[in-house]
């Protein structure tokens, strides 16, 4: 394995007085306007911070939270049972979460919730009159944390995604550049913070409320010299049916799967049921329904998560009694655990100014090498927003004072922005053929979902080539166009991250599957860190241990399914 640090090189293009366009001056800029980022600039508001949150579309109705219900990882701290929680997954990740940063998140997330309520989200009431409050519906959830933010002073910019960071002399992070998607207009934002809760990235698989979520943050955050975590486990799919883009799953506990004959097909309703359907995928059409629900069920289905049944109910499909095809759909860094790897209890990276929360961030901490779902996501993305602003206001604060605003900041974009590699480029980049041809690689359940060396450095050789290929294209003609250059470009980014940390756990542990390697290796109980982008390299880290779990251990073998 190469190593890699966070030493940052300084761009030579620097800000002058000639940029046209929006400039504008925060203590704390946050680029993400999902819940993580709406954590965020309330809390960094609350630390006297003046705050800009950007969002790429409008902040509270766009990314994977807003259009649904999710669970939140809300645990009573009585008793046992945070103990039960957290041991919950232990095992199924590898044994690769660390138990500090469990018990912080639990705490977090137990007053987040709090605040919610008094806030006045609209908790439902259980028969007794007690709230319950293990999940939030995303409309309404977002909604308020858009009011929030906005009564916490911060100004937002919606519709306005970050294109690259800005950095000064020292290196330090010092703000971002963008455009406003619907008015084309420029914008800058010098800051002394940046929080990046921008989320995974889905790779434009069509999943619900992931059609903003490309990486845009994590290549921002790679190009100044962060480090990322945990990007072997990022093979993460959402089942859902084959006509839409809800990939919301829990409802799946009730359905019985069957091949194109009507006949079932045996487990693929268990436990390891997708890794059944992905294999009938390969050759078949799969059929779900739901009919292992009874009425009381139905009914609770339906006042849960109403958006699960609109694409039926257009298509006049009974799931309850009628055969619908399904489909898994790659949720990546998402659903997955992969994402910037942050060092401190504030979220803070390798890289001064520089913080991330929520998706855009590992999760291995409190969920090790198994997805995190709805629940630990939503619960990591409350608690690591709050401490990212906490932190991104405090060192900004303690900063001011040595960051005049005369001072000179340099635009570190590269791909679509910089300079190209090539002496003579000849044309911009052809997004729609670079997203096709990532997405080749990175879809099919073969080579994600199954991994083995020769597939592994087969993908990598045809994504190095596109990244060669990026590297040597001509810069965007206009901001606009940008947009969609630097989304094709981090999604290659984030495959070549993803597939050499890969490369490199040699052996199967939490979601990562190697059907060359199909038992866990004890000796390789490390976390992977990686970056880099012309040059991308992985290096172990270890990771904590903790007594108390010396009895859990993870299966050996068997754990391809």
Not at 98 to 104: K, V
Not at 292 to 314: C, E, G, V, Y
């Amino acid at each position: 394995m190469s190593e890699g640090n966070a030493q940052v090189r300084k761009p030579a293009n620097v800000v002058t007085d000639a940029f046209v366009g929006k400039r504008l001056e925060a203590d704390v800029l946050v680029i993400g306007g999902g819940p993580a980022g709406t954590w965020a600039a309330v809390s960094a508001a609350a630390k006297g911070a003046k705050v800009v949150l950007a969002d790429k579309g409008y902040c509270g109705t766009s990314g994977a939270t807003a259009p649904s219900g999710t669970a939140v990882w809300y645990v009573p701290p009585s008793g046992d049972a945070r103990e039960r929680a957290k041991a919950s997954r232990f095992d199924m990740g590898g044994q690769l979460a660390e138990h500090a940063w469990m018990d912080r998140v639990l705490e977090q997330t137990w007053s987040n919730v709090q605040q919610l309520a008094q806030w006045g989200y609209p908790f439902p009431v259980d028969e007794f009159g007690d709230e319950q409050r293990t999940s939030v519906q995303g409309p309404e959830y977002m909604r308020l944390m858009r009011k929030r933010v906005k009564e916490a002073g911060a100004r937002i910019l919606d519709h306005s995604p970050a294109l690259e960071l800005l950095v000064n002399d020292d290196g330090a992070v010092a703000g971002a550049s963008g455009v406003n998607r619907q008015t084309g207009e420029t914008w800058l934002v010098r800051a002394g913070a940046v929080v990046i809760a921008t989320g995974g990235c889905a790779f434009l698989s069509r999943a619900l409320g992931c059609n903003v979520l490309t990486g845009d943050g994590q290549l921002m955050a790679a190009e100044v010299g962060a480090e990322l975590s945990g990007m072997e486990f990022s093979n993460a799919y959402g089942l859902g049916p084959a006509f839409a883009s809800v990939t919301k799953s829990m409802f799946y506990k009730w359905a019985t799967f069957y091949d194109e004959d009507g006949v079932k097909i045996d487990g693929a309703g268990s436990a390891r049921g997708r890794g059944v359907i992905a294999r009938e995928l390969q050759s078949r059409k799969v059929f779900g329904c739901l009919d292992q629900a009874d009425d009381q069920i139905r009914a609770w289905m339906r006042t849960a998560q109403p958006n699960f049944f609109l694409p039926f109910d257009r298509l006049g499909i009974d799931p309850f009694t009628q055969h619908f095809p399904v489909t898994l759909r790659l949720e990546g860094t998402v659903r997955g655990t992969g994402g910037l790897n942050v060092t401190g209890d504030d979220c803070a990276t390798s890289v001064a100014g520089l913080y991330a929360a929520g998706d855009a961030a590992t999760r291995e901490l409190i969920c090790g090498g198994f997805t995190g779902g709805g629940s630990h996501n939503a619960a990591w993305a409350m608690s690591s927003g709050f401490w990212a602003g906490a932190g991104a206001a405090a060192h900004a604060r303690a900063h001011r004072a040595t960051t005049p605003a005369a001072r000179k900041v340099y635009r570190a974009g590269t791909v679509a922005l910089g300079t190209s590699t090539s002496h003579t480029p000849i044309t911009p980049i052809d997004s729609e053929q670079i997203v096709k041809a990532v997405q080749d690689e990175v879809f099919p359940y073969e080579r994600n979902w199954w991994r083995s060396a020769d597939g592994l450095a087969d993908s990598l050789g045809r994504l190095d080539a596109l990244w060669t290929q990026l590297r040597a294209s001509a810069p965007a003609p206009t901001a606009a166009y940008a947009v969609r250059a630097r989304e094709a470009a981090a999604m290659v980014a984030t495959a070549r991250w993803m597939y050499r940390s890969a490369e490199q756990r040699t052996e199967t542990r939490g979601m990562h599957r190697r059907v060359d390697f199909t038992g866990t290796d004890d000796a390789q109980h490390h976390r992977l860190i990686s970056g880099g982008l012309d040059d991308v390299w992985v290096r172990r880290h270890r990771a904590k241990h903790d007594a108390k779990y010396d009895a859990l251990t993870p299966a050996k073998e068997g754990a391809l399914a």
